[in-house]
C-alpha cells in the first residue's frame, strides 16, 4: 500500500467548476501535511498547507482529518490556469521527509 | 524571496563521465534536499541535509554523492550512471525551527544518461 494515496484522474472539468480531489495517507508519524502544485516539466511548486482546523486562500479550500487520515483540497470557479498536476504531501516532521502522493492531474476546459 | 537556484538545467551525460548538479538558496534555510522525479512519477526523496550534515540517505546508490559544502550549497556528484538513472533532479530547502518547514523547490536539472 502506497504511503499517500490519490486519485490520479484526469479530472476534465468547465471553467467556473467546482473540483475536489481527495488523498489518504497511511504512516501515523506523518504531522504535516501539503498541497503542492506541479505544471508540465516544471517543479512542484507549493500551493497550501493544511491544517485540522481547514484553511482557505481565495478559491482554495483544504481540510485535513487526523481521525481518518484523510486529506482534501477544494477549488471553486476553476480556472484555465488551474489546470495541472495537483499532489498530495505528508510529511514525517521527525525525519523531515516529504512523501508525495502519485498526483490528480486536473484539466480546466473553455 | 523564495527562490531555489539550480544549475544546469539540462545536462547529458554518458555512463562513464562525472559531473556535478548544483543548487543554491539564499533564503538562510538550513535544511536541504535531493529528489529525483521519472517521468510522469511523484518525487521521490535521496538525501536530507539538516545544518550541514547528512541526516537521510534513502538507500541512494553510491554512484551518487551529495555534498554540503556551506549552509547555502548542495551539491550532488554523479559518476558511473546507468541509463534507469535519467530523470529530473530536484533541489529543496526549509528552514527546520518553523512549525510547518515547508520545503521550496528549484526548477530541477533534467538528467540524461546515454
Known amino acids: 500500500r502506497k504511503e499517500v494515496e490519490q486519485d490520479p484522474g484526469p479530472f476534465n472539468v468547465p471553467e467556473g467548476a467546482t473540483v475536489a480531489f481527495n488523498c489518504t495517507y497511511s504512516?501515523?508519524?506523518?504531522?504535516?501535511f501539503f498541497w503542492y502544485r506541479q505544471d508540465c516539466r516544471k517543479e512542484p511548486k507549493l500551493l497550501m498547507s493544511?491544517?485540522?482546523s481547514g484553511n482557505e486562500d481565495g478559491r482554495f479550500t483544504a481540510q485535513l482529518n487526523r481521525a481518518s487520515q484523510y486529506i482534501s483540497l477544494l477549488i471553486r470557479d476553476s480556472k484555465l490556469s488551474d489546470s495541472a498536476t495537483y499532489l498530495c504531501?505528508?510529511?514525517?516532521?521527525?525525519?523531515?521527509?516529504?512523501?508525495f502522493g502519485s498526483g490528480t492531474r486536473l484539466q480546466v476546459q473553455p | 524571496d523564495t527562490e531555489v537556484t539550480q544549475t544546469p538545467k539540462h545536462l547529458v551525460m554518458g555512463m562513464t563521465n562525472k559531473k556535478s548538479l548544483k543548487c543554491e538558496q539564499h533564503?538562510?534555510?538550513?535544511?536541504m534536499y535531493w529528489y529525483k522525479q521519472k517521468a510522469k512519477k511523484p518525487p521521490e526523496l535521496m538525501f536530507v541535509?539538516?545544518?550541514?550534515?547528512?541526516?537521510i540517505n534513502e538507500s541512494v546508490p553510491s554512484r551518487f554523492s551529495p555534498e554540503c559544502p556551506n549552509s547555502s550549497l548542495l551539491n550532488l556528484h554523479l559518476h558511473a550512471l546507468q541509463p534507469e538513472d535519467s530523470a529530473l533532479y530536484l533541489c529543496?530547502?526549509?528552514?527546520?525551527?518553523?512549525?510547518?518547514?515547508?520545503?521550496?523547490f528549484g526548477p530541477g536539472t533534467r538528467l540524461t544518461v546515454l
Open positions: 504512516n501515523s508519524a506523518s504531522q504535516s
Open positions: 529543496a530547502s526549509s528552514q527546520p525551527l518553523m512549525s510547518t518547514d515547508t520545503q521550496y
Open positions: 493544511v491544517y485540522s
Open positions: 541535509y539538516s545544518y550541514e550534515k547528512l541526516s
Open positions: 533564503m538562510g534555510h538550513r535544511a
Open positions: 504531501v505528508a510529511m514525517d516532521t521527525g525525519r523531515r521527509a516529504l512523501t
